[in-house]
């Protein structure tokens, strides 16, 4: 990868305002921001502004100039993405008459990415990201230390307040920083999701060795951060992948190669499964839609694969005709191309267009793969006897579904007890609804709108087909039903244009259940319907777990949490906390008072098996729940004492008399004797090094500032004495419990349909969880461990 050329930056074209070619327009940006970043409603336009900024960091580091990438999440919803690199040229740019970080920030195609002086290969090939950022951001602020210099730059709404201006010296530091905030205008959401951004800058980090990647939420009270930096490239990407899986091969195929300035690198693996999973990279952006990389690939790989097996015997032998599909069942495959000048089909480079890729990564995994395979013999005899076995188990599957075809099993009219149908015949305006077991069907048929709305009940829990071939799947009565209803066919056959529905709910039980029959169904539209989930036809149904009633009031509430957060809400209504000492807390600073007590006593109740759970919670409270505390024995032991006096004020009086001491080979210890039974706790350097105890120090000072002695909590007439955190959670929603009527459902069955109607059929009142895929690695992953 990049590895050499980081470690001796390579003596490449000066970098400054010279290396910037600009084509002007920006206001297209805002009013079809679309063609630029994605769609700017669900979220994916949103993360692609951070993937832009980042890009340009990673650049950075492929030119051999940055070693560090680190993105921060802020608590006012900004993003913040700094580097180590060069720093944006701050010169004055000949041809605009102002600084090039000006022009780059406000000139659409602007960039030192056209000029391959500047950089060889780059991702930021279209010059519009960091531009398009600042465009479609309410703000933007620009910091860049280079040439001993500290320089800034604010820009909103687009437009610079006032041009680049040396702020101070850069004390050593070079690189960019680039805080911006997405702009409402433009996004309907503006939340961005750690988990999105983990997955993307996880691939960067595989694909980039060596560079530290570190991405930080502030957005909570806790601290999230994940550093990521790997070693070995796609072959280590590979692995992760392949993480949870039995491969077939002791380690994956590499293979490498150069031609005409293209650089290929490659990772193959095979694994028992019978799943592909190939993930295409152009300069490190992912390829969702692949492209000619892709197809210059399947059509190396087939050619070597069903070559060998001619050669070999094998094929001749089991009568079997080989297909590209087969030779695929099984492998995971990382493919990186490094191009100086890549073409994409958009500026999301979902897909590489570059004609001239697909003969270059033809000829490399050609060669590579035709020397792998004559020099381990033993090995590629195994992989091919997998795919012998592949195409024997789709020829069976081909027989089953003639079979199947004509016993009429697929027509519709052969299913009378089993799907309730609709009267709409529009796909676009129906509903299907897969539910568990005739009891919830009952009260589905019974409580749907017949004029649109489909019911499919399913009895038990259908085949696993993560571990089943296509003639067992297609053997399974449920599974059948289940494809007949949807009417796309199967396999080959599959047509997502015949679907009947285009609204598909799974609508299962809120237990252990109904969780295994709708992880079951998520499986079966992953892996043999996925089209169905990506053109977005998938969707999960939010049964409502529990019913609350004050009065003639109802509300139903879809989970624990749900109640949870209702309870607070209502136990707040007219509350206040008296600290001892210090100002009142109510209103919204009494509710992030109360949240923070909840995540702390969710860390508490994780610990309760091994630890006295008040008694870690006092220990948060004076502060020492940190390893450091050990350095420093004669404070840990004032502390011991400390820590008792609070667990005496919190004790009846017959059950006072704690006492406290702390020794380096214990840690801190306390115990008591009640009617002549002594109780021991102690927390031991284990806890006190912990993660949990960490989460747990992270809010001592909030924790010292609220219950240095005890609170009081005003709610209407009533007071109650607060000593902790878990203290105020209980008095919190122990008031909103009073007068409350809570019923929980343990299916949808216990449900009349009237119920049902209101809380999950309803389409004004429901609510419902669309599936998608938003990274194949990570499902395929979750898909393997959990099936």
């Known amino acids: ?19 910037i070619k600009v084509l002007k327009g920006l206001d297209a940006v805002r009013k079809r921001p679309g063609m630029y970043i994605g769609d700017t409603d669900d979220g994916s336009g949103l993360h692609h502004m951070v993937y832009e900024v980042v890009d340009n960091a990673i650049d950075e580091a492929l030119a051999g100039f940055a070693k560090e990438v680190i993105v921060t999440l802020n608590p006012d919803g900004s993003c913040t993405v700094r580097d180590d690199g060069r720093g944006i040229p701050t010169d004055i740019h000949k041809g605009e008459g102002v600084s090039a970080a000006e022009v780059i920030m406000t000139h659409l195609h602007a960039g030192g990415k056209f000029d391959q002086n500047a950089y060889k290969v780059s991702g930021g090939l279209h010059g519009v990201g960091v531009s398009v950022v600042n465009a479609l951001s309410g703000w933007l602020k620009l910091t860049i230390w280079r040439d001993g210099q500290e320089y800034f730059m604010e820009f909103r709404d687009g437009e610079p307040l006032k041009p680049l201006s040396a702020v101070g010296s850069s004390q050593g530091k070079r690189g960019t920083e680039v805080t911006f905030l997405p702009s409402p205008k433009t996004f309907t959401m503006t939340e961005f999701d750690f988990a999105t951004l983990e997955h ?11 560079v530290l990647i570190v991405l930080c939420d502030m957005r909570h009270p806790v601290e999230k ?59 490190t952006i992912a390829q969702r839609d692949g492209g000619t990389h892709l197809a210059g690939f399947r059509g ?45 089909s958009s500026q999301t480079k979902d897909k590489l267009v570059s004609s001239e890729v697909r003969p270059v990564v033809e000829a490399v995994i050609n ?29 069976a599957a081909r027989k089953a579904r003639e079979l199947t075809r004509k016993k009429g099993a697929f027509d519709i009219s052969s299913l009378p ?119 977005g036809h998938l969707f999960i149904a939010q049964p409502p777990l529990y019913k609350v009633a004050r009065g003639k009031s109802e509300q139903y509430l879809k989970d624990e949490r749900a109640l949870e957060d209702h309870l607070i809400a209502s136990g707040l209504e007219d509350a206040v906390l008296q600290p001892h000492s210090g100002e009142h807390r109510a209103g919204e600073d009494l509710h992030q008072l109360v949240e923070q007590a909840r995540a702390i006593r969710n860390v508490l109740n994780g610990l309760h098996s091994r630890y006295n759970r008040r008694v870690v919670e006092q220990a948060a409270i004076a502060g020492v729940l940190t390893p450091d505390i050990f350095g420093d024995a004669r404070n840990a032991t004032e502390a011991a004492k400390y820590i008792a006096r609070r667990l005496d004020a919190l004790s009846e009086e017959t059950e006072r ?128 461990k959990l099936m």
Request: glycine share 8%; charged share 30%; with cysteine.
């Open 300 to 344: 190396a790989l087939t050619r070597q694969v069903t070559g060998y097996a001619d050669k070999s015997g094998v094929a001749q032998k089991e009568r079997v005709a080989l297909t590209g599909d087969d030779c695929r069942e099984g492998l995971t495959a990382v493919l990186s191309c490094k191009v100086p000048d890549p073409k994409f």
């Open 417 to 535: 007890g089993k799907l309730a149908d609709c009267q709409e015949r529009d796909p676009t305006r129906s509903e299907l609804f897969i539910v568990e077991g005739d009891s919830a069907g009952g009260s589905a048929k019974q409580g749907r709108d017949r004029a649109f709305q489909a019911v499919l009940p399913l009895r038990g829990k259908i085949l696993n087909v993560e571990r089943a071939r296509m003639d067992k799947m297609l053997s399974s009565q449920e599974i059948g039903t289940l494809i007949t209803a949807l009417g796309t066919g199967i396999s080959d056959e599959f047509n997502p244009d015949k679907l009947r529905y285009h609204k598909i709910i799974i609508m299962t039980d809120a237990d252990v259940d109904g969780s295994h029959i709708r992880t079951l169904l998520l499986t079966f539209f992953y892996r043999q319907m996925r089209e169905i989930i990506d053109r």
């Open 657 to 784: 008399g704690w006492q406290g001491e702390f020794t380096e080979a214990e840690g801190f210890r306390f115990e008591r004797t009640v009617r002549g039974v002594k109780e021991v706790a102690i927390l031991d350097q284990a806890l006190l090094g912990s993660a949990d105890a960490r989460k747990l120090d992270e809010h001592a000072a909030t924790l010292q500032q609220t219950y240095p002695r005890p609170a009081t909590l005003r709610r209407k007439d009533e007071e109650s004495a607060i000593h902790g955190p878990v203290g105020l959670f209980e008095a919190v929603t122990d008031a909103a419990r009073k007068g409350l009527t809570l019923q929980r459902y343990k299916g949808l069955g216990e449900m009349n349909p009237n119920q049902l109607w209101e809380t999950t059929l309803d389409t004004n009142a429901r609510s419902l969880l669309q599936v998608n895929v938003k990274a194949i690695d990570e499902a395929d992953d979750i898909f393997t």
């Open 225 to 283: 951060r994940e550093q990521m930096r790997y070693e070995g490239g796609v072959e280590a990407f590979v692995k992760y992948i392949d993480r949870n899986k039995t491969p077939l091969v002791p380690a994956p195929i590499m293979i490498k190669g150069e031609r005409e300035g293209t650089a290929i690198e490659c990772a193959l693996w095979w694994n028992d499964g019978y799943h592909e999973a190939v993930l295409c990279f152009t300069n």
């Open 1 to 19: 990868m990049a590895e050499p050329a980081r470690q001796s930056p390579p003596a490449a074209a000066e970098y400054d305002s010279e290396s």
């Open 200 to 210: 993307r800058l996880r691939e960067l980090a595989f694909l980039n060795s060596g």
């Open 367 to 395: 060669e590579g793969l035709q020397y792998w395979l004559e020099e381990h013999p033993a090995e590629a005899r195994v992989i091919v006897g997998k795919v012998v076995e592949a195409a024997a188990a789709r020829e």
